[in-house]
Nanobody, 121 residues
Framework: QVQLVESGGGLVQSGGSLRLSCVAS????????MGWYRQAPGNERELVAT???????TYVDSVKGRFTISRDNAKNTVTLRMNSLKPEDTAVYYC???????????????WGQGTQVTVSS
């Protein structure tokens, strides 16, 4: 199987910064896209940012200019740097990877357990 482990969440004041990291491990043949999603209480899970194996990135409009996603393909890691945080960024953040395990020719979506980010006003 493929496991994703996140780290870096916490409590920060409005305007502050946090960095989230996620490492994928297991019987991985390849990883296509990696990304971060978030879910606030009462809301659906939403895409925050994604990055392909080639380095192409996408962001939800609300974080453009404040968040930066990056990855290290050799280490199977993805990082989300979050600056100028706002209270509305408060949510559980989930790492996602679209990966092909060694036993399959197909890609599957894998998820981390989530890490809480709380931004106080």
């Amino acid at each position: 199987q493929v496991q994703l482990v996140e780290s870096g969440g916490g409590l920060v004041q409005s305007g502050g910064s946090l960095r989230l990291s996620c490492v994928a491990s297991g019987i991985i043949f390849s990883i296509d896209a990696m990304g971060w999603y978030r879910q606030a209480p009462g809301n659906e899970r939403e895409l925050v940012a994604t990055i392909t194996s080639g380095g192409s990135t996408t962001y939800v409009d609300s974080v453009k200019g404040r968040f930066t996603i990056s990855r290290d393909n050799a280490k199977n890691t993805v990082t989300l740097r979050m600056n100028s945080l706002k209270p509305e960024d408060t949510a559980v953040y989930y790492c996602n990877a679209r990966a092909r395990p060694t036993w399959s020719i197909s890609n599957y979506d894998y998820w981390g357990q989530g890490t809480q980010v709380t931004v106080s006003s």
